[in-house]
């Protein structure tokens, strides 16, 4: 990522990527905190505008997700595992809203977003009888 791949766009910033494994583009909204946050280190490293702001390969980044997990006393975590908890907790902690992991995660649909998060049949039969009396 470069800096000069976040773009102002009107009130906001934003970054655009195409992701590698499926060559689907993406957008994300880039909080000016955040924004502002990699300007000043940029500035603070000599980073130019078109240099990698940070120059690591995945094989580093799933290097440093197990250092951190081992760190936080935690076995067997590895890029897809944290990817899989991350939409999970993105699930519960909105509400239950499938399609908004499914786009998320770029699902073609919420079937698939069902199983990749491990919501099961019995799940959503426990969540029906919990409600029964409202019928």
Do not use: C, W
Not at 26 to 53: M, S
Not at 63 to 85: D, I, M
Request: glycine residues 4%; positive net charge.
């Amino acid at each position: 990522m470069k800096l000069s791949d976040i773009i102002k766009d009107g009130s906001r910033y934003r970054l655009s990527i195409t992701e590698q494994k499926t060559g689907k583009k993406r957008n994300y909204t880039v909080p000016i905190e955040i924004y502002i946050y990699l300007q000043e280190y940029a500035l603070e490293n000599g980073i130019r505008q078109e240099d990698r702001l940070f120059p690591i390969t995945s094989r580093a980044v799933e290097k440093h997700l197990k250092q951190a997990a081992a760190y936080l006393g935690l076995e067997n975590v590895g890029t897809h595992s944290f990817r899989k908890f991350y939409a999970t907790e993105i699930y519960k902690n909105n509400n239950y809203n499938i399609v908004l992991v499914q786009e998320l995660l770029q699902h073609s649909s919420a079937a698939i977003t069902q199983r990749y998060i491990g919501i099961q049949q019995k799940d959503l039969e426990d969540a029906i009888n919990k409600h029964i009396n409202l019928l």
